[in-house]
Structures are given as structure tokens and as C-alpha cells.
């Protein structure tokens, strides 16, 4: 492979508007398999992000390449407004899935990606709420670039060249190792959900006619661990505190999945980790382990059935793809025949027990936290809270180089940047990572560290 003419031709030749060179050159990969990419010479790369959670089950997952390549030879096309098998058996085992997670009956809406099933959503509660056009989102929050996703996303710079329009009113996410209220976890009270309360103890805060019993603003969208925030677990209780707000306040909870969901943290959802049910979910991402692009929605009845969300409500020429969708039903049928639970619990477990050894000969390890497979390690200042983002860069770029020597071979390490001051690797291995790998993993970290000077 000319690397250097491929080089060229994409800096003439490509948007940037989608692209993050992390490294200069770029990385070009040229294959892949289980945990790992590999280069042109060959040099093995540990992925410890995993297309940003979209590959949970590994590279190259033979049986779900195999579901592909039989749907390829049987129907591998068909426009959105017919029906295939493999889109109504797909929607029936999430329908199930959340019937019997939540008792809630209701109903599965497809489109190709996350941003566009976020805007099914938003279009959703609108319907539902008497064309509302306001939500609450948190900071630090994330759920994508299209218009109407960016104006539920926390980062400005997603909105700032395009105009105006309504955006969500920004609630502090319960972040307690950077506590927006400065209190301590183990004696604020959870002071963050009660500030979110106040808001409706009188008009005058802006959101709630208490005469009217009604409130401005349609639904709260919510990741039940923070994504690009930096993998920011919530306390315990907060959800269901928060939960308890929005239902006596006619507010809609809006799960967003897709960075969380077909056990990430060990569960098929990752809001089921906190005991609240949501009114709507929006998903994808792993769902295809990245083989073909597909996401969705899931609502409760009364929101979607075709009286109050008809034909034509929304439509993609590519939703519900027979490609997407007969992977994903595969992957939904190997979800239910293995215990992912358990192993990723396990996993997790041995993975963030790793990241505490490393954390406690490295105080530029401010911190560490997760659920299952959905991990983060904060680097910091050698006070161990100022956040260190060049200290981080420095870090992700000798991964990404491919010259980590150990035990005679040289390795490459590919790491993730999340956080609300880019100063967090966010861990979303496979799910079907080895402990061996967990073991190399760490070493690999802990060797950048020490060439880096952290």
C-alpha cells in the first residue's frame, strides 16, 4: 500500500468535517480481528475503545459476519415501506426485551444512525406533548451533530456556525469527583437532584405553571453513563430521584443508549443499572457491531401506536435495511443465549481493579470509576485534580504510534479521548476482551505513561 499517496489524496481530496487526526501522519489500518487493528507492517494494535462502543463483540465476530453475508445472498435490499422477516422478528425481541425489563408495552421505530433516531425522538415528543420544542439535557451530554441532536448536545461548538434555534436548557450532570456544587458524594444529600426540584417550586424559575399544573419543556434526555462527558457513572439513588420529578411533572425520560446499550455495562440497557424505567429509548451503535449502519427507537404504547405517531410521521430510505436488520436480530439471539451479564460484571471488575493499581503509582491518575465494561481513568496534574489535557494528548499519540516495545515485539495501543476537559480515556473494550488482554492492556498504559513522563 502507497501510505503516503493515500495521505496525500486525503488531505486534497476528504472532508475534515468528520475526521480527528489524532497523530501526524495519520494512522492508516488495513485489518482487524477480535480486539485488535493492524497497520500496513503489520504492527498489532490493542483497541480498548472499539469504534467508540459500536463494536462491542469484537472484530471481525464470525457469526455476525456469517448473519451478514447470508442475508447478502437472500435479500440484502428492500425499500423502507415493505416488510421483511427480519425487521418484525428484530422488533418483537426489543419489544420483549423492554416489556420485560420495564412492564411497559410499546413499540420499535428504526433509522440508520444515532443523530437520526435522536431526531425520530425529538420529533416523538414533540407529537406527544402538543409541539413542545423544549427539553432538558445535561451537561456534558452528547447525542449527536444533525440539528436538532446538537441542540440537545451541551457543546456549543456543535451549534455555534449554524444559527439559531431552540436549545435545551442544561441541568449539572452528578459528576462527584468534579462536583459542579462542590459537595461530597458521601454527604451532599444527592444537593444536585434537589437543585433540578427547585426549579419547579414556583413560575418564577421558568419552567412550571403551577396554576396550569403544566410544564414548559417536553422531555429530559438523558445517558445513564455520560459518553463523550468522559464514562461519568451517576451516584446511586440520583435516577430515581430524578425519575420521581419528571412523573409528577408530565416530563418525558428519553434514554439514550447508544454509546451504553446491548450491555456495555452489563446489562442490556445501561439506565437498568439504576432502577427507573424510561418513557422512550433510543439505540444503536453495537447493535450491528458497526457492520452495518442501524439505530432506533423504542416508546411506550401510548406514545407510538399508529393513532398518535402515523405513517409518514418519519422516514429514511435505509431504515430498517434488511443488512442491518438481520445482523442485529442475530446479535439480539446471541445476547439472549449468553450470560453477558455476568462476564462483562466480571470483566469490568477485573479491568477497574487494574486501573486502581495503576492509579496508585501514577498521581496523574486523578481518577477511576465504571460500570461493566464502560470504564475511566482522569488525568490530572500530580495534584490529581487539575485536569492535564496535554498530558492526555501526549498519551494517545504514542499509543496510536505503534512503537511500544514489550517482551520483544512492538505494539500499538489505541485509546479513546472523552471528558469535559479532554483530559479522560474512556475504556469501551469488547466485550469479548481476554483477561490476558485486560493484562496487556494495562502494561501497555502503564509503559506510554512512563515514556511520556507521567
Known amino acids: 500500500m502507497d501510505e503516503m499517496r493515500l495521505l496525500r489524496e486525503e488531505a486534497l481530496y476528504c472532508s475534515h468535517g468528520d475526521t480527528v487526526h489524532y497523530l501526524e501522519p495519520a494512522k492508516i489500518f488495513t485489518s482487524c480481528s ?58 418483537a ?4 426485551a423492554a416489556e420485560k425489563r420495564w412492564r411497559a408495552r410499546g413499540r420499535v421505530h428504526f433509522n440508520v444512525g444515532g443523530s437520526q433516531a435522536v431526531e425520530d425522538s425529538l420529533k416523538l415528543v414533540r407529537n406527544s406533548s402538543g409541539g413542545k420544542g423544549l427539553m432538558f439535557a445535561f451537561e456534558g451530554g452528547y447525542h449527536g451533530r444533525t440539528l436538532g441532536a446538537s441542540a440537545i448536545t451541551s457543546s456549543f461548538r456543535y451549534r455555534r456556525r449554524y444559527g ?27 444537593f444536585c437532584a434537589g437543585q433540578f426540584a427547585r426549579l ?63 450491555y456495555r455495562t452489563g446489562k442490556l440497557w445501561g439506565l437498568e ?38 405513517c409518514g410521521s418519519t422516514h429514511s430510505t435505509f431504515a430498517s435495511n434488511p443488512l442491518g436488520t438481520a445482523v442485529a436480530l442475530e446479535t439480539m439471539r446471541m445476547l439472549e443465549e449468553s450470560d453477558y451479564e455476568s462476564s462483562v460484571r466480571e470483566k469490568g471488575a477485573y479491568f477497574l481493579e487494574g486501573l486502581r493499581d495503576l492509579r496508585s503509582r501514577h498521581p496523574v491518575i486523578g481518577d477511576v470509576d465504571g460500570v461493566g465494561l464502560a470504564l475511566r481513568a482522569e488525568i490530572c496534574a500530580p495534584d490529581g485534580f487539575t485536569p492535564d489535557r496535554a ?57 506510554i505513561m512512563l515514556r511520556v513522563g507521567a
Open 93 to 96: 425481541l426489543l419489544c420483549k
Open 164 to 190: 439559531h434555534f431552540d436549545r435545551a436548557q442544561f441541568i449539572p450532570f452528578p459528576y462527584c469527583f468534579r462536583c459542579p456544587y462542590q459537595k461530597k458524594r458521601d454527604s451532599c444529600d444527592l
Open 34 to 91: 477480535g480486539s485488535w487493528l493492524y497497520d500496513a507492517a503489520g504492527t498489532p494494535y490493542l483497541d480498548v475503545q472499539m469504534w467508540y462502543s459500536a463494536v462491542n463483540f469484537g472484530y471481525g465476530n464470525e457469526r455476525l459476519n456469517n448473519a451478514l453475508k447470508r442475508q447478502l445472498d437472500t435479500l440484502p435490499q428492500l425499500a423502507s415501506q415493505y416488510l421483511h422477516r427480519e425487521k418484525i422478528e428484530l422488533a
Open 391 to 447: 498530558l492526555l494528548d501526549r498519551i494517545v499519540d504514542e499509543g496510536i504510534r505503534g512503537e511500544i516495545d514489550l517482551d520483544g515485539k512492538k505494539y500499538g495501543l489505541v485509546l479513546d479521548v472523552g471528558g469535559y476537559y479532554k483530559n479522560v480515556i474512556t475504556f469501551a473494550p469488547s466485550l469479548h476482551i481476554t483477561r490476558e488482554e485486560i493484562n496487556l492492556a494495562l502494561r501497555l498504559l502503564e509503559e
Open 200 to 262: 419547579f417550586e414556583t413560575e418564577y424559575y421558568g419552567v412550571w405553571d403551577a396554576k396550569a399544573g403544566e410544564a414548559e419543556y417536553a422531555a429530559f434526555y438523558v445517558e445513564s453513563i455520560q459518553g463523550t462527558g468522559g464514562y461519568v457513572p451517576p451516584p446511586p439513588g440520583y435516577f430515581p430521584r430524578l425519575k420521581k420529578i419528571l412523573e409528577d411533572h408530565g416530563i418525558l425520560l428519553v434514554d439514550d443508549e447508544i454509546q451504553m446499550g446491548f
Open 273 to 310: 443499572n439504576f432502577g427507573v424505567a424510561p418513557d422512550v429509548v433510543v439505540f444503536g451503535k453495537a447493535m450491528t457491531n458497526g457492520l452495518n449502519p442501524l439505530a432506533g427507537i423504542w416508546a411506550r404504547e401510548d406514545l407510538i401506536n399508529p393513532e398518535v405517531f402515523p
